[in-house]
């Protein structure tokens, strides 16, 4: 290569099995360095005071904007390799500019003193939602930047609900239930990771190196201005984010006046959507936006909070993989953990170390009633400076048979109930259903 020129960060595009599509340079970047020629970052201040002092993050690799960007990785998570996909295919222009015309958010949400603190939120832009706004000038220049937070309202029906309004549980007042089959009103919040790497090592307790080092290993190598930027402080990493829904006017979010219940839901699609009745996701669910609205009808605030993160963070062919180990090795809840240990290695991946960076932004200093058990939840909350009043676990009624594995190994393990613990000799008595008739149907 030495012949042709090119820094050792480039390749001839000829390397390629064929040509490159009109639009591409004829050498591809690999990565780029610090001082290179060219190379000079948009400023970008992380816990600025505003968003203009701050300034925009810019992770565009197209044109001009390649020695310009101060982040890495690509706009919208996980999704970011459906947009190469139809990049490569042709349906999408590279040079596509979105016109970002009414998407703005229909409610504005305060400025908090989160904002512009670059220890309490790391893995989120606390500008990403109003970056059409607060970069206007930019956005006009023809800079590909943005949002990466979108803020939209609508009405939601889940079965459970209409339940709890039949059986006279939840009342019908017309504005948060809007009728008697259980129609709810909400508030939305969807929100991309932008993780500032500085605070998120912090957060886990390595060195910033180490954790660029292993995020550029184990991500095959997809990222190495990981480790040739160390200038660079911004990655939106490949990943799902989150989803807060709000019950009743979201101004009362951050009101300290009034009550807020609030729970923190971690992704089970096997569950949440097609109700499967291994686990208590759907249920814990179904309650914790039950007991949201009615603290939204008594005059507080109800917020619920999912973020996407399967099965633990393991993903569902990890899930399933232990479902089968659990079924065939003999479904007892001193066993649960053991199980998930030999397929991952570890027990649970979901961290919630960044978790609390949310509710920093939307505002929340204390929570009356958290419907969750989980001690990891709780714990990086409370470490985070959020006061939490009371804890409420998931009724036991609501709780399905075939759950009960899963449901007493985690009391056990730490989990918060305000019944009892259980000794290892009665979770080795909690069995799950087994497959003994599926294997009559099957056969
Ligand atoms: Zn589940």
């Known amino acids: 290569m030495g012949d042709t020129g090119t820094t050792p960060a480039e390749v001839p595009a000829a390397q390629l099995p064929n040509s490159p599509k009109p639009g591409y340079s004829t050498h591809i970047v690999l990565t780029t360095y610090p001082g290179q020629s060219g190379i000079d970052p948009v400023p970008l201040e992380w816990g600025a005071p505003d968003s203009k002092s701050r300034g925009p993050v810019v992770v565009s690799r197209s044109g001009p904007l390649l020695k310009r960007r101060n982040a890495m990785g690509a706009h919208g998570g996980n999704y970011s390799i459906y947009n190469a996909l139809a990049i490569a295919s042709g349906d999408l222009d590279p040079n596509f500019r979105p016109d970002f015309r009414n998407s703005e958010p229909i409610f504005k949400f305060p400025w908090q003193p989160a904002w512009a603190d670059k220890e309490k939120i790391v893995s989120m832009d606390p500008y990403g939602h109003d970056i059409v706004n607060q970069f206007r000038e930019q956005l006009d220049a023809g800079w590909d930047i943005r949002p990466t937070m979108a803020i939209t309202r609508?009405?939601?029906?889940?079965?459970?609900?209409?339940?709890?309004?039949?059986?006279?549980?939840?009342?019908?007042?017309?504005?948060?239930?809007?009728?008697?089959?259980?129609?709810?009103?909400?508030?939305?919040?969807?929100?991309?990771?932008?993780?500032?790497?500085?605070?998120?090592?912090?957060?886990?307790?390595?060195?910033?190196?180490?954790?660029?080092?292993?995020?550029?290993?184990?991500?095959?190598?997809?990222?190495?201005?990981?480790?040739?930027?160390?200038?660079?402080?911004?990655?939106?990493?490949?990943?799902?984010?989150?989803?807060?829904?709000?019950?009743?006017?979201?101004?009362?979010?951050?009101?300290?006046?009034?009550?807020?219940?609030?729970?923190?839901?971690?992704?089970c699609n096997g569950s949440d959507v097609f109700q499967s009745d291994i686990c208590t996701c759907r249920p814990y669910l179904a309650f914790g936006i039950q007991e949201a609205i009615r603290e939204a009808q008594n005059g507080g605030s109800g917020v619920v909070i999912y973020f996407r993160k399967e099965g633990r963070a393991l993903g569902e062919v990890t899930k399933y993989l232990v479902y089968n180990a659990?079924?065939?090795?003999?479904?007892?809840?001193?066993?649960?953990?053991?199980?998930?240990?030999?397929?991952?290695?570890?027990?649970?991946?979901?961290?919630?170390?960044?978790?609390?960076?949310?509710?920093?932004?939307?505002?929340?200093?204390?929570?009356?009633?958290?419907?969750?058990m989980s001690n990891m939840k709780h714990d990086a909350i409370v470490q985070s400076g959020i006061k939490i009043h009371e804890r409420i676990p998931i009724p036991d009624d609501?709780?399905?048979?075939?759950?009960?594995?899963?449901?007493?190994?985690?009391?056990?393990?730490?989990?918060?109930?305000?019944?009892?613990?259980?000794?290892?000799?009665?979770?080795?008595?909690?069995?799950?259903?087994?497959?003994?008739?599926?294997?009559d149907v099957t056969h």
């Open 326 to 372: 659990r079924k065939r090795g003999g479904d007892t809840a001193d066993k649960y953990f053991t199980r998930t240990e030999n397929i991952a290695g570890v027990r649970d991946m979901r961290f919630q170390a960044l978790m609390p960076d949310i509710l920093h932004w939307l505002g929340i200093k204390k929570i009356d009633r958290m419907l969750s």
């Open 154 to 267: 609508a009405n939601m029906k889940l079965a459970e609900i209409g339940e709890a309004v039949r059986d006279g549980k939840l009342g019908v007042d017309g504005d948060i239930v809007v009728d008697s089959t259980g129609e709810v009103r909400v508030t939305k919040v969807a929100v991309e990771p932008v993780w500032y790497l500085p605070g998120v090592a912090d957060r886990f307790g390595v060195d910033e190196g180490t954790l660029r080092r292993t995020l550029f290993e184990h991500t095959g190598g997809s990222y190495p201005e990981l480790i040739t930027r160390p200038d660079l402080k911004i990655f939106l990493p490949p990943i799902g984010g989150l989803t807060v829904y709000i019950f009743g006017p979201p101004e009362r979010v951050s009101d300290e006046n009034v009550k807020l219940a609030l729970r923190i839901h971690d992704e």
């Open 398 to 439: 609501m709780i399905p048979n075939d759950s009960r594995v899963e449901i007493d190994a985690k009391i056990n393990a730490g989990y918060f109930t305000t019944g009892r613990q259980y000794t290892m000799e009665e979770l080795a008595a909690v069995k799950g259903r087994g497959w003994e008739k599926w294997e």
